[in-house]
C-alpha cells in the first residue's frame, strides 16, 4: 500500500481544477518562515517531506497544501524540542485575548 | 567512471530494476515504479541520502542519482497513449539493481 | 499589544478572521522569534525575496536560449551555471536544476508526484493546480488527458515525456520556439513564455497576427 503522499497513478477521473487561489498572507509567512529555519540548519527538506508523510491519511487528504506545512513543522520542531506544543498553544491564547 | 568520489556503477543505457524495498518511513521511490524495469538517462552525480536526512541523519554516505526512462506501456496496462511516450523520474542508486 | 519587531503584520492583520493554521503559523513565528531561533528581519527579508520571484525570471532565460544557441547548449548541459550568467542567486542551497528542451518529436511534463517540488526560485511560486492531488496522481498515468484539459492536443509522432521530480533535482521544461517570431527581440520574445509553457502543460502563446 502506497503511502498517502504517494500519489502517481493513483486512481480518478477527476478534471483538474485549475483555479487559482490567491496565496494568503499566512501562507507567505509559512513559507518564509521554513525558509529561515532552513537556513538555520534547524528543518531539512526531507525533515519537513517526513513530517508531511506522517500525517494521518484522512487528514493529509483534506488539509490545504500550506496546512500540511504548518503540521509538519510544528511536528518536526516539537520533536526536536525547539519548543512544546503548549507554548505554541499558550501564544495562540495570548494573541486571541490581545484582539489583532 | 567516477562521480563525485564513488564509482558510477550504470552508465547511459544501461538497464536497471527498480527495487522494492522494505524501507519504513521517508524515501524518494514512487509505489508505480517499484518492480520496474527502465534504461538510464544519465547521472546526476553524489547527493546525500534522503533517508537518512530526515530523521536527523548527516545524508552521509552520499548516493549517486540516476535518472531512469521507463515506457508508459510497461508502467501502466491499460496505457492508452503512443508506445513511444515514456517517463522519467530520479532514482537513488540504492533502489536499483542491474536488469537484463 | 507590542510587536518585537517594531513592524506592523500588516498582511496578517488584514484577514478578516484568522483560521486555526493561520493563527498557529503567527503563533510559531512569535515563539521562534522570542526564543532567538529565527530573526524577524529574515522572515520579512524572505517574504520579500519570494515575492520578488515570477514566471518572468522564467521566461527571460527560455527567450534568451531561444536567440542564443551557445547559452542554450550551456543551459542544458549545466543550467544551475547558465542561470546565474543572467543574475540569478546562485547558491550551493538552492536545489538543481535540469531543463528539459522540447522539440519537434518530444514534448516534457512536469510533475513531482511524492509532493509538489516545482523550480520555484525560477517560477514563483507553484499554481494550485500543479500542488493538487487530481494532478499528481494523473500526470504520471494520463499525460496526454492532462494537457487536453489545459488545451493541448499533441501532434501525431510528437512523444511525451513525464519528468516525475523525485529526487533532489527539479525541471524546467524549455518550450519550442513559436513560429512568426523571427527576428523578434528577446523582450518580446518573453511576453510569450507562459508560466504553464514551461511546466508543460500548454505550449507559448502564439504571435497575435499583425493587423493588415
Redesign the interface.
Known sequence: MPGVHDRGGWPTEEPIDQEEHPVMDWEVRMSALLGALRGKGLMRTDEMRRGIEAIEPGKYESMSYYERWAESVESILTEKGVFTREEIDRKMAEFSEGGV | MVVGGKIQEYGEGGRVLVLDLEVR??N??????RGKIGKVERC?GA?PN??S????GTGEPTEL?Y?V?FQ?RD??DD?E??E?????????EHWLEPAW | MSDSHGHEHAGMAHDEELGYYAQRVRAMEAVLVEKGVVSGDEVERLVNESEARSPADGARIVARAWVDPEFKNRLLSDAKAAVAELGYLESANLPDVVVAENDEGVHHLVVCTLCSCYPTWLLGRPPDWYKSLTYRARAVRDPRGVMREFGLELEGGVEVRVLDSTADVRYLVLPQRPAGTEGWSEEELARLVTRDSMVGVSRPLAPEPVAA
Do not use: K, N, V
Not at chain 2, 536526512?53 to 536527523?56: R, V, W
Not at chain 2, 513511444?84 to 537513488?92: G, K, R, V
Open positions: 518511513g521517508h524518494r521511490t514512487p509505489w508505480y515504479l546526476h547527493y534522503p533517508e536526512l530526515a530523521y536527523g542519482l535518472l526512462s508508459m508502467l501502466w496505457y497513449g503512443p513511444a511516450d515514456a517517463l522519467q523520474a530520479d532514482i537513488f
